[in-house]
């Protein structure tokens, strides 16, 4: 079993940055990242980080977001970060951490986070 705790959400204004991360318990998995969801959209993958270094950027997101995966030797957790840099308006939603056996972009993950609120403002 896998658990993933998200943290570093909050309300900012258009063009700050903020890093979200997500603590995962349990086996190592191969892919790590991030989806969000809008209020009236469908969930969307963000970024995605296989174990071998091998990444997936939503186009919306490339050259602002970076994504990033450690696994600290003093730890029994594997972190994922989400670098978020001049958000715009649109980046507004509920941020959700993701793990899986398998490298995907659809929602056919095995392991959900709760979600973090990520508010951009004007």
């Known amino acids: 079993q896998v658990h993933l705790e998200e943290s570093g959400g909050g309300l900012v204004q258009a063009g700050a940055s903020l890093r979200l991360s997500c603590a995962a318990s349990?086996?190592?998995?191969?892919?790590m990242g991030w989806f969000r969801q809008a209020p009236g959209k469908e969930r969307e993958c963000v970024a995605i980080?296989?174990?071998?270094?091998?990444?997936?950027?939503?186009?919306s997101v490339k050259g602002r977001f970076t994504i990033s995966r450690d696994s600290p030797r003093d730890s029994a957790k594997n972190m994922v970060y989400l670098q978020m840099n001049n958000l715009k308006l649109e980046d507004t939603a509920i941020y959700y951490c993701?793990?899986?056996?398998?490298?995907?972009?659809?929602?056919?993950?095995?392991?959900w986070g709760q979600g973090t609120q990520v508010t951009v403002s004007s």
């Open positions: 349990g086996r190592l998995m191969y892919a």
């Open positions: 993701v793990a899986g056996f398998q490298f995907r972009t659809d929602v056919r993950y095995d392991y």
């Open positions: 980080m296989t174990h071998t270094a091998n990444t997936f950027y939503e186009d």
